[in-house]
């Protein structure tokens, strides 16, 4: 079992920027943040792999930067120029499990997840 536990959600005026953290227990593979708006599906945001392999949502790029500290085994979500749409709870997600990069954001690959942290972002 993994343990994943999110911080630094918060609400932040519309260009703003929050910085996500995603703290694990243990060393995993490929990491992702995933966000979701009640009542719609959980979206991929970005995923980094062992490789630092990374895969954006076409939504953040640009604005987004996913990066990690494996000494720390903390995941890391830099959002800068934020928008209103931007609004939802994220969520850490971890798997060791291998795939294609272009899946890296498919919500099914992973088995571990965080509880959240929610990001306001108001214009």
């Known amino acids: 079992q993994v343990q994943l536990m999110e911080s630094g959600g918060g609400s932040v005026q519309a260009g703003g920027s929050l910085r996500l953290s995603c703290a694990a227990s243990t060393y995993t593979y490929r990491l992702a943040w995933f966000r979701q708006i009640p009542g719609k599906e959980r979206e991929g945001v970005a995923a980094i792999d062992g490789s630092s392999r990374k895969q954006y949502a076409d939504s953040v790029k640009g604005r987004f930067i996913i990066s990690k500290d494996n000494a720390k085994n903390t995941l890391y979500l830099q959002m800068n120029s934020l928008k209103p749409e931007d609004t939802a709870m994220y969520y850490c997600?971890?798997?060791?499990?291998?795939?294609?990069?272009?899946?890296?954001?498919?919500?099914?690959?992973?088995?571990?997840w965080g509880q959240g942290t929610q990001v306001t972002v108001s214009s």
């Open positions: 997600a971890a798997t060791s499990q291998s795939a294609v990069v272009l899946a890296y954001l498919t919500a099914s690959g992973y088995e571990f």
